[in-house]
Nanobody
Framework: QVLLAERGGGLVQPGGSLRLSCAAS????????MSWYRQAPGKEREFVAS???????NYTDFVKDRFRLTRDNDKRFVWLQMNSLKPEDTAVYYC????????????WGQGTQVTVSS
């Protein structure tokens, strides 16, 4: 059973930091691109960042230079370090497992709420 379990969300003031984690189980972790997406109220789910097995990262422009995505293939964890948080970052953040080929299922965690407010 594939499971992605996010933790680390919460309430933080603007300019503050949070670190989200995603614990993966039920599959061979290392080959998969792991990503974070987020969804704010009234908006579509949007891509935040991704990381390959070897640590190659990709960030969307609105988090570039503020967020950092890392992974440990032995521990089967990915982390999203979020710094200089803005109210616009408020959303439910979801861990995501990508596909190795087109026919594979995508998997999502249940999400963790991040609220940036003074």
């Amino acid at each position: 059973q594939v499971l992605l379990a996010e933790r680390g969300g919460g309430l933080v003031q603007p300019g503050g930091s949070l670190r989200l984690s995603c614990a993966a189980s039920g599959f061979t972790f290392a080959p998969y691109v792991m990503s974070w997406y987020r969804q704010a109220p009234g908006k579509e789910r949007e891509f935040v960042a991704s990381i390959t097995r070897n640590g190659e990262t990709n960030y969307t422009d609105f988090v570039k230079d503020r967020f950092r995505l890392t992974r440990d293939n032995d521990k089967r964890f990915v982390w999203l370090q979020m710094n200089s948080l803005k109210p616009e970052d408020t959303a439910v953040y979801y861990c995501h497992r990508g596909r190795l080929w087109w026919g594979e299922a995508e998997y999502w965690g249940q999400g963790t709420q991040v609220t940036v407010s003074s």
